[in-house]
Each structure stands twice: as C-alpha cells, then as structure tokens.
C-alpha cells in the first residue's frame, strides 16, 4: 500500500484546509486509516482516526474542529480543518492499517499564521 497526501499550507488562524490521502495498492485490504502530526520539537501524535465501517476517534485537542471521513471504494481519507489554531502547525501524515502492517505517507505541511 502506497499513501499521497496532499491539502496542505499556509492558513490564517480561523481558516479551514482539507487534506486528503489516497492509497494505492491493494486497498480493499485497509481497516484503519488516519491522520497523525508532529509539530517541531515534539513527538508524533494521533489526530484522528476512522476504521473501515466509519467508526471514529479524535484527539481531544481537534474534537468538534476537525472531521475525518473515508471512501472506502477509492482508498481515499480525508480531514477536514476548521477553526485552525497556531498550535495546529505541524507536519501531517496520512497513515493505514492493511493485514497487520501499518503504511505511512509523506508528510504535508500546514501552518496557522497570520
């Protein structure tokens, strides 16, 4: 499985951005997909997830700002950002689940800066 992840950039504080994440490869195989990001300085940390029948699971910090989705028929998972903060800056990494292996795409920066 191969992850592209795109949608990111540069964001006032109180704007929206939208990432998405297509997967190639053997999609049908994928349970969860989600998002993680890792701001300079700390560690790599869960934004959201979503599992293959739409159950989904946010970090504390993004509940009610930020939502996850999935097509499931195209391998595609989206985020979509809303009410951005400057502590969202971070780099932002697509991630899945397929047969007990779990895949990682490139990262793709947003920053909230006015």
């Known amino acids: 499985v191969q992850l592209q992840a795109s949608g990111g950039g540069l964001v006032q504080p109180g704007g929206s951005l939208r990432l998405s994440c297509a997967a190639s490869?053997?999609?049908?195989?994928?349970?969860?997909m989600g998002w993680y990001r890792q701001a300079p300085g700390k560690q790599r940390e869960l934004v959201a997830d979503i599992t293959s029948d739409d159950m989904t699971n946010y970090a504390d910090s993004v509940k009610g700002r930020f939502t996850i989705s999935r097509d499931n028929a195209n391998g595609t998972v989206y985020l979509q950002m809303n009410s951005l903060k400057p502590e969202d800056t971070a780099v932002y990494y697509c991630?899945?689940?397929?047969?007990?292996?779990?895949?990682w795409g490139r990262g793709t920066l947003v920053t909230v800066s006015s």
């Open positions: 490869g053997s999609i049908s195989s994928i349970s969860f």
């Open positions: 991630n899945c689940w397929s047969l007990r292996r779990s895949y």
